[in-house]
């Protein structure tokens, strides 16, 4: 079949990462006999310091033009704390997933044996955690307006807006999810305080009546957030509204030993984005360490949920389960003085993936 893909490696480590999530991907059409179409586009902080533009329109022309796109990670030190910056480049991932109609956020949390001894948890809590985050990616206070400061510049607001249409979608979407996996679905809201949480809570609990066979439970935001660490593996699909799933996931992320692990699908009407869940660590770019596999993961996603390849997609993360037991790993997960670079821990798994039977 032929894969044409579209590739953004953005800012930071975005590059180095993705240049090996690609090898892969390449490795995997060799081996199945596919056909893939690689066009690459900017986005992020060097597309603002070419085109001025963090998600220029030829970028956004190129991603819907491709069946999928793969996803570095954007953001610049120059930008931080630095309020004379009109355009950041986070508003290029922001502007892609609102113009791709990116509504859903896919963060699947799952367990690597050989790392239990990696995560800040016991190892008898973390073995079999299973779970999957489901993000809303188009709403809620990331987008909603008003949002500025006073004149005076001593007053700043954001806005925090659902409709019911959004949540529903969203809802509905995490309960297909449930009825695939261990049927069960938890909300996460905070409908002791927010009205939009409260509305969320009601639609739910209207949509909830279609679903009798899954097991629906309702938590507040920051008992959630306690349990995850208490007791990781009382979840399984999870569904959460935008700023809530962003916190909810970098926590979820180091359960099973480290944020350069998870990768996660972003999902909704037009093209989907493949991108790992954790930043652009510019203190690590250009350096060769940073760790690979949430990307190379986020590529096993892509065969499977933009082309249906599921072979293709387990190959993959079997290869990356040989390399963490063959200690084949970066310096965020390595013993010490046993780390390996981010093109070797790419080559190797490529190179698995070649003479894989
Ligand atoms: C994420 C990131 C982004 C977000 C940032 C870079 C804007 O933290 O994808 O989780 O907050 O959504
Ligand atoms: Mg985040």
Request: overall charge negative; aromatic content about 8%.
């Amino acid at each position: 079949m032929e894969l044409k893909i579209a590739v953004l490696p953005g800012d930071g480590i975005g590059p180095e990462i993705v240049a090996q999530a690609l090898e892969v991907t390449k490795a995997v059409c060799r081996k199945f006999g596919h056909t893939l179409r690689d066009a690459h586009g900017i986005v992020g902080a060097t597309a603002i310091d070419r085109t001025g533009d963090p998600y220029p329109q030829a970028t956004h022309e190129l991603c819907m033009a491709s069946a999928a796109v793969l996803f570095g990670a954007i953001g610049s030190p120059e930008y931080d704390n630095n309020p004379a910056a009109k355009v950041r480049p986070e508003q290029g991932l922001l502007a892609m997933r609102k113009k791709l109609g990116l509504y859903a956020n896919i963060r699947p949390v799952t367990t690597f044996p050989s790392l239990l001894h990696k995560s800040p948890l016991r190892a008898d809590l973390v073995a079999g955690v299973d779970l999957m985050c489901i993000r809303e990616l188009t709403g809620g206070i990331y987008f909603g307006r008003p949002q500025g400061r006073s004149e005076d510049g001593n007053t700043a607001y954001d806005t925090c807006v659902y409709t019911v249409e959004e949540i529903e979608r969203i809802v509905r979407l995490a309960y297909s999810y449930a009825l695939k996996r261990n049927k069960r679905l938890t909300v996460v809201d905070k409908a002791n305080v927010l009205c939009t949480s409260r509305l969320w809570r009601q639609v739910a609990q209207k949509i909830e009546k279609e679903y009798t066979d899954v097991a629906t439970d309702y938590l507040f935001v920051d008992n959630a957030a306690m349990q995850l660490i208490q007791n990781p593996k009382r979840f399984d699909v999870l569904v959460t509204e935008n700023m809530f799933g962003d916190i909810l996931t970098d926590e979820a992320s180091v359960i099973t030993g480290s944020l350069g692990m998870l990768p996660s699908a972003s999902i909704g009407i037009h093209t989907s984005v493949f991108e790992p869940i954790h930043g652009s660590y510019p203190q690590a770019a250009g350096k060769d360490v940073a760790n690979p596999l949430a990307t190379i993961l986020s590529a096993a996603l892509m065969f499977e949920y933009a082309f249906n390849l599921t072979a293709e997609g387990a190959i993959i993360r079997d290869a990356v389960n040989a390399s963490l037991a063959a200690g084949i790993v970066t310096e965020d997960i390595a013993e010490q003085g046993k780390a390996a670079k981010t093109s070797e821990v790419g080559a190797w798994i490529t190179a698995y993936i070649a003479k894989a039977k």
